[in-house]
């Protein structure tokens, strides 16, 4: 049987050793090993390794790096196809080990830093547990000797957050949706005395925007993992306007100011409606909370050079120290009472996903306005599609 990724199976142990101890003595070898935040080893000639750091050796158990000098790397990690087989590399199993294909790749001269995931059998405390890493491999060349540098990041932290948030947002949506059906079912068969009817309308709105809040954090988890997919069709920019100005317009929530959309033309532009209601939301929300009583918050929507803009006005301008850290995730303009999701989220949304520019201007008389500028064109649904060739290879 063909062993598509067998190493070179000669290999001077000598050599290797030398090798070793002269890479030991090169200070800057050493340091830049032990700034790495995991695990990372020097592959010499048959992908023995000649190196590696203190969180490697902490991985696979070992105490000092001569304990692992002169291993392939599955028989150092304890791999059940290294340890029962002829080595590391040279058995069935290897065939799909995502590691040695990626030195495999590497050792034909693919482009370096060469990246890639997979899991890996890694021997700790006598049982053999089953890690997910990521792995970035290149080449160096020492003392007439080719090398290969491996970092590891371990993904299961990551895998295991991604899991359980996929879960609590399926199973808490499911429940605020119910929420959000009984308070309309209720509604309908409620007193129709005034009181009874004002805090039914405020059970329906607070059930509906638990649901759409909920949605809102599902959808940036998604969009930070790059997982995100623009739903795209036709929007009319004044009925958008129209329907996103309304939920601030309700006395209880914008008691202090007012919250106006500007007559203007309508206009249609090719985007995800429910991502843009949210983004032009999250930035009217952040503009009543920091316009004082009496002030007015104005939205409006115009085009010039077949871009649309969006533009949500408060007369209160941004303080110097704000400015400089609006859009910076957990960066908060309303201090530590705030999440810094806001200008962040407007930022990511708008120009990752829906393939616009997002900005502010602010200036002491005339206040801040927070811009989203989209083109009308199908600019997002190309983007889209790109990403998605992209995942695909």
Not at 65 to 75: I, T
Not at 180 to 197: G, I, K, N
Not at 276 to 300: D, F, H, M, P, Q
Not at 330 to 342: D, Q, V
Request: glycine share 8%.
């Amino acid at each position: 049987m063909s062993r598509t990724h067998e190493p070179n199976e000669v290999a001077d142990p000598a050599a290797l050793r030398e090798l070793a101890r002269t890479l030991q003595q090169q200070p800057h070898y050493q340091v830049l090993m032990d700034a790495v935040p995991g695990p990372a080893m020097v592959l010499g000639d048959a992908r023995r390794i000649v190196l590696a750091n203190r969180r490697l050796l902490d991985l696979v158990g070992a105490r000092t790096v001569v304990d692992v000098v002169g291993k392939r790397p599955g028989e150092a990690f304890g791999c059940r196809h290294a340890v029962a087989g002829e080595g590391c590399g040279l058995n069935w199993g290897c065939w799909h080990c995502s590691a040695s294909r990626l030195l495999a790749a590497v050792e034909r001269g693919a482009a370096c830093p060469h990246c890639g995931c997979g899991r890996l059998g890694v021997l700790a405390d006598g049982s053999l547990k089953t890690a997910e890493f990521e792995f970035v491999l290149t080449r160096d060349r020492f003392a007439d000797h080719d090398l290969i540098v491996v970092t590891m990041r371990d993904l299961a932290g990551e895998a295991r957050s991604s899991q359980l948030e996929r879960v609590f947002f399926h199973d808490i949506l499911n429940v605020a949706a119910r929420v959000s059906c009984l308070s309309e079912a209720v509604a309908e068969d409620a007193p129709d005395d005034e009181q009874t009817r004002e805090q039914l309308d405020l059970l329906q709105w607070s059930a509906h925007q638990l649901v759409e809040e909920l949605r809102f954090h599902r959808s940036l988890a998604q969009a930070e993992r790059g997982e995100l997919e623009p739903d795209v069709g036709p929007v009319d920019t004044r009925e958008l306007l129209q329907r996103v100005v309304a939920l601030y317009q309700r006395p209880d929530l914008a008691a202090s100011c007012s919250v106006h959309a500007v007559p203007g033309r309508s206009y249609t532009v090719e985007t995800d409606a429910v991502l843009l209601s949210r983004i032009l939301g999250n930035l009217i929300k952040n503009a009543v909370e920091a316009t004082s009583a009496g002030g007015r918050v104005e939205v409006t929507a115009t085009c010039k050079r077949r871009t649309v803009l969006f533009a949500v006005h408060s007369p209160m301008p941004l303080p110097s120290p704000v400015q400089a850290g609006v859009f910076t995730r957990s960066f908060s303009t309303k201090g530590e009472s705030g999440r810094g999701l806001g200008t962040y989220s407007a930022k990511l949304l708008g120009e990752e996903y829906l393939g616009g520019s997002v900005w502010f201007e602010t200036d002491e008389t005339q206040g801040t306005t927070f811009f989203v500028g989209l083109p009308l064109d199908d600019t997002v649904r190309r983007a889209s599609a790109r990403r998605a060739r992209e995942r695909r290879r």
